[in-house]
């Protein structure tokens, strides 16, 4: 089972930017499609990015396209998300995802992903 380790949370000005890391502990970390959720206080966990197990590929939800960017660097077995544009509204605690050899499609719906981290915090103020 691969073992997976947010860090890079913290507290940020609206506007600003963070960087998320998530290291996996895995051999063949590469054959693993990777993916960011984030759950808000009182509402259900949320997709935010996913990236192909080759990095091809790469979906955004609506709400952070385009101020979002997800990669993967397998060599250091870690994924990335740089979050630029920051607002409140993003305020949540981010996980990290992996599932073996999944598409992208297979990577939106949290029911389908059993292997998590345990969160790192991201609080955006006004």
């Known amino acids: 089972q691969v073992k997976l380790v947010e860090s890079g949370g913290g507290l940020v000005q609206a506007g600003g930017s963070l960087r998320l890391s998530c290291a996996a502990s895995?051999?063949?970390?590469?054959?693993?499609?990777m993916a960011w959720f984030r759950q808000a206080p009182g509402k259900e966990r949320e997709f935010v990015a996913a990236i192909s197990w080759k990095g091809g590929a790469t979906r955004y939800a609506d709400s952070v396209r385009d101020r979002f960017t997800i990669s993967r660097d397998n060599a250091m077995a870690t994924v990335y998300l740089q979050m630029n544009g920051l607002k409140p509204e993003d305020t949540a605690v981010y996980f990290c995802?992996?599932?073996?050899?999944?598409?992208?499609?297979?990577?939106?719906?949290?029911?389908?992903?059993?292997?998590w981290g345990q969160g790192t915090q991201v609080t955006v103020s006004s």
């Open positions: 995802a992996a599932r073996y050899r999944a598409i992208i499609p297979t990577m939106v719906d949290d029911a389908d992903l059993n292997a």
């Open positions: 895995t051999l063949g970390f590469g054959s693993y499609a």
